[in-house]
């Protein structure tokens, strides 16, 4: 994972988003966790970050909201999305709202960083 990038992580697991903020700072990323679409809305309007990650079931709304909110901003912005109950309806949804990729919970920490790796790299953002 070269090179720093600004990366949200958004998820109600306030665990997961600090085990999720160590890792990827520890790599050289800045950070920023929100715990609900509402915060991660906000933090995405005024950080602008290069890389999403969200999960899908959020206290408030869908993660699926926050990715319509990241391609309303940008088009290039890579968005990675978990759940917990990966279903082919709920990766057609996130998909079709623009969704980069998803993943099933839990996630491995080499998967993580490869995924960030590949969603960071310039040929992905070409």
């Known amino acids: 994972m070269a090179g720093q990038a600004t990366i949200l992580i958004v998820d109600d697991e306030r665990d997961l988003v600090d085990a999720y903020m160590r890792l990827l700072e520890r790599a050289g990323h800045r950070c920023l966790g929100a715990f609900d679409a509402s915060e991660a809305i906000q933090l995405i309007d005024a950080e602008s970050p290069d890389l999403v990650i969200t999960d899908l079931s959020l206290p408030d709304t869908s993660g699926i909201e926050v990715v319509r909110h990241i391609r309303s901003k940008s088009k290039d ?37 490869r995924v960030i790796a590949e969603a960071l790299a310039p040929k992905a953002r070409a």
Do not use: D
Request: aromatic share 0%; net charge neutral; hydrophobic share 50%.
């Open 77 to 113: 912005t890579p968005v990675i999305v978990m759940s917990g109950h990966n279903t082919p309806e709920l990766n057609e949804a996130a998909h079709a709202a623009g969704a980069s990729m998803s993943l099933l919970k839990p996630v491995s920490i080499a998967v993580l960083r």
